[in-house]
């Protein structure tokens, strides 16, 4: 975690852009640019505002933002509660449509149905998602109005409220993610589906849902936890277009718009928790492997 | 043996159900508000309207703040705070006595020790604030209510100052946070304007909320501009930032918002086709778009190398590409805003005749151009910026310069335009941008015809010709006297060139038929709205 708090703070620093020139304004002269960056502190030299920052780290204190005065943490807690709740509803549509694909998919290997699967796979990653988020919108909200445009409502709002606000975001997002999970399914199934313990538990008269679920996609589980713990990281660190087609306030807007205004202790603050976020999910994620492999023990 | 994939699908159910039982106990009714729902042109990210000049702050700023005087739709000043007001018969000593009733949001009544230190602070950021300052001797509190302004010269526009209405906007704070440094930002949202900020639901980057003030006491006189009654007809304003102008589009067709303020040109045709959303043009001043130059640096620290893009500039393709139909924009041949008192085409024979190439090569051979590169800083991620690049790129290949458009975002481009380096070490030669109407009506507040050198706006041009004029400009004592030396600047500003301006244009705004008493302004009023 040193290692990325110095090397994201020496990005930053040797990046372009001056925040104090966009918080001065259109109008601003140099002058004004000046003496604004001086009160900033960001005339100082590298290691001073460094060690001011890390000084500020040790505290808690992840720093304020240039522009709105807010805490970084202040900031990035309101961002957690839409972030969370698209990733579970993402993860949880993507799991339960992708999952059964890829049995479904595997058990079927070489027919019309495995082939289906896959080219809807190939679908799924080839869509754009704001292009698939807008046909959503034009179909489910416009024409038929069954769910709103865009926004986010806290679960305090009240549930149904939370969740029709999330049902076309994560489908629009989860696609890809159901395109991914279910050919790393079907491809581990079919790697399992060719082991001896199968062709014993078929031969001592299990059915095939009994062999698919309780054999077969127990021992397939490794790769598929692989998958889905890569997509909760990646999504924790936020989905910038759809956050920005849905208008969610999540992290993936915040940390794209505090890039482009060179809000430096946003950018700094965010990439420090969420680095943190990526290494605890790779740990559970690896830990979650005993669960389905009892032979795998640490 | 847990079996759990088998167990899942009752687990999940199970799950959502205590959801909804735990989030039942927990919904929070709301009373029933009138909520106005409103998607402004950005984002607010900074609440100062003192410590910068962006629009989406100006605008923030006259929803929590009030104001001395304020401007009407024929440009008169209107006293607005202030209930009666002397100025001696020298013209050096102003006598202001403010309204009966005036309280900030925190309860305190508003008095004369805020406004002056208020005013002081805006006088350390604002150009026109800063001539008034030069002008000043002092200003006292005479009691509470009553404070005076005393003058070391006539100051003719000490009341426009006092009611300018675009940034910087001389907004009215308590005396504690107007002692705020001017190049530092406020820390509180403390005003006495028509409604109160509510900074415990603001989210940056996603939604600012306004609450009536019940305190707040309108003028009697209908609202005009950002003058008279400030009368509030709805309990709660929301501004919703989307960033996506198809969402923004989706969401006024659907009634999840009731006003978007302003809307990309290729929209409006999709909103017009809905009989419940009305597109109109409100703003009867639009902005002003501009080419500006270095002038440090070659070719155009060249005035002939300036001038001779007035005689191929054309505007009404520079006005077709910003606004994308011609009913939103017009060319306007002066450096006035069209529309305002001081507007005139005096000197701008070059800029509105019949299109010259020949005559411009002529200039850019007269001033010895030899090939010297020329890069036009853009930012793509604004359009009307990046569109006017784009045309000015074309005119100076076409008449044979080595021009090139380096594209990057905005703050790429602000933080560029601020290097005062030649092009090798990471300079520039023009960059564009636009002002709003009221930003450019005469020559105190528009700041692009500076000349003073270093101290000026990017490009540093230096014009002692034009700072005399501008300072005549001020001392002019009638309105006759002010036109006549506005021409003056206007025709040396033709001569010298220190932007081109490229038209100007409306951007228009939508809001949902239920929405009536929108006030017709340069800058969106919220106050007068009612929704049914």
Redesign the interface.
Known sequence: MAVVAFVVFLLLYLT???PA?????????????R??R??LGLDEPFFVRFGGWVWSLLHGDLGT?I????PVTH?IA?RIEPTLALTTCTL?VAVMVAVPLGVIAAARAGTWVDRTVMAFSVLGFSLPVFVLA?IL??VF??EL?WL?????RS??????E?LRHLILPSIALGTVYIALIARITRASMLDVLAQDYIRTAQAKGLGPRGVL??HA??NAAVPIMTIIGIGIALLIGGAIVTE????I?GIG??TV?AI???DYPIIQGVILIFSAAYVLINLAVDLSYM?FDPRIRY | MT????SAPTM?AAMLLA??L???G???SQPKQKVLKFIPQA?L???DPI????YI?RNHGYMIYDTLFAIDAKFQVRPQMVEKYEISKDGLTYTFTLRDGLKFHDGQPVRSADCIASIERWAK?D?LGQKLAEATASWTAVNDKTFTLKLKKPFPLTLEALGKPS?NVPFIMPERIAKT?A???I?ETIGSGPFKFVKEEW?????VVYVKNTDYVPRKEPPSWASGGKVVKVDRVEW?????S??AA??L??G?ADWWEQLPPDLIPVLRRNKDIRVENIDPLGSMGMIRFNFLHPPFNNQKMRQALLYVVNQQDYVLGIAGDPKNGKPCYSYFTCGTPLATEAGAEPLKGKRDFEKARQLIKEAGYKGERIVIIDAT?QPIVHSQSLLTLAILKKLGLNAEVQAG????L???R?V?EPLEKGGWSIFH?W?VGP?MVNPAVN?PLRGTG?????G?PTDPKMEELREAWFNASDPAASKKAAEAVQRHAFEFVPIIPTGQFILPTAYRSNISGVIIAPINLLWNVEKK
């Open positions: 372009p852009g001056d020139a966009i918080l001065a304004g259109d109008a601003a002269t140099s002058e004004d640019i003496r604004i001086e009160k933002s522009f709105t005065n807010l900031l309101q949880i807008y919108i034009l909200s416009i109005d709103p445009v865009q926004g986010y679960i305090q709002d009240g549930f149904w939370w679920v309780g996609l127990k920005t087609v849905f208008a306030p807007r915040l718009d482009l205004r060179r669960l | 079996r759990p994939f088998r999940f959801a909804a735990v989030s039942a927990d919904v929070r984002d990210r900074i609440l410590s910068t000049t962006a702050t950021r150009a940034s440094d190049f530092q930002n820390t989210v940056p980057g996603n939604k919703i930032y989307i960033p996506d198809a969402t989706a969401a067709n659907a999840e991620d975002d905005w703050g790429t602000i933080t560029r601020a005062k941008t002002l930003d700041f270093e101290k000026a706006w990017f540093w």
